[in-house]
């Protein structure tokens, strides 16, 4: 995974392993330094990008690929969306893991 600064000619700002899994989608938390990273592998992952380690219980699988994740404005809650149609809320602000708040299915095809 490669952050680049968009503000300086998008010169290289930080480079990481992910570990051999492709990324399919990434978000900036929109107040700290960290980045969700969703992988073909099923797995959304967040690093603290000042020093470039995982976050610590920030870790979860889905049963299906994950196609895209966002923040919510205030950084409190997360949403998800799979290639089955699954779209998961998650509160990540009360604790050191991912706690499902919301899940709906959406129609797909």
């Not at 073909?40 to 870790?59: C, H, K, M, P």
């Not at 998961?88 to 050191?96: C, G, K």
Request: proline letters at 3%.
């Amino acid at each position: 995974v490669t952050i680049v600064d968009v503000e300086n000619n998008w010169t290289l700002a930080k480079s990481f392993d992910y570990g051999g899994v492709i990324p399919l989608s990434a978000s900036w938390h929109p107040k700290d330094h960290f980045l969700t990273i969703t992988g073909q592998d099923n797995s959304i992952s967040t690093v603290e990008t000042t020093n470039l380690r995982y976050a610590q219980g920030r870790f979860l699988r889905s049963r299906s690929c994950v196609l895209a994740i966002d923040f919510a404005p205030d950084g409190r809650t997360i949403c998800v969306g799979n290639e089955d149609g699954i779209v998961s809320f998650f509160d990540i602000s009360s604790s050191d893991d991912f706690v499902l708040v919301h899940e709906t299915v959406i129609g797909i095809g």
